[in-house]
Nanobody, 121 residues
Framework: QVQLVESGGGLVQAGGSLRLSCVVS????????MGWYRQDPGKQREWVAT???????NYADSAKGRFTISRDSAKNTVYLQMNSLKPEDTAVYYC???????????????WGQGTQVTVSS
């Protein structure tokens, strides 16, 4: 069993900042890529950012220059620092991780339950 638990969402005014966190726990051997996605009601889930095991980060165009993804491998945690937030950033943000689980030693993709981010204008 692998669990991903997000935190840090909330309500913020446009131009403000939020920092999301996601802790991975359970029967883990290792964690490879970690990332963030978001989904607005009625829309498809969209990719926001990814960070590899060695710390290389990539961002969607909508996130470049405003969001920063980072990870603390010792804590099995990934973060998303979001600055200069806009109303169009409003969505449920989901954490993802490619995890090698101890029961199978195979890598599998895992998701968190999501955390709501609401940006008011």
């Amino acid at each position: 069993q692998v669990q991903l638990v997000e935190s840090g969402g909330g309500l913020v005014q446009a131009g403000g900042s939020l920092r999301l966190s996601c802790v991975v726990s359970g029967s883990i051997v290792s964690i490879n890529a970690m990332g963030w996605y978001r989904q607005d009601p009625g829309k498809q889930r969209e990719w926001v950012a990814t960070i590899t095991r060695d710390g290389s980060a990539n961002y969607a165009d909508s996130a470049k220059g405003r969001f920063t993804i980072s990870r603390d491998s010792a804590k099995n945690t990934v973060y998303l620092q979001m600055n200069s937030l806009k109303p169009e950033d409003t969505a449920v943000y989901y954490c993802s991780a490619r995890v090698v689980v101890s029961t199978t030693l195979y890598e599998r993709g895992c998701w968190g339950q999501g955390t709501q981010v609401t940006v008011s204008s």
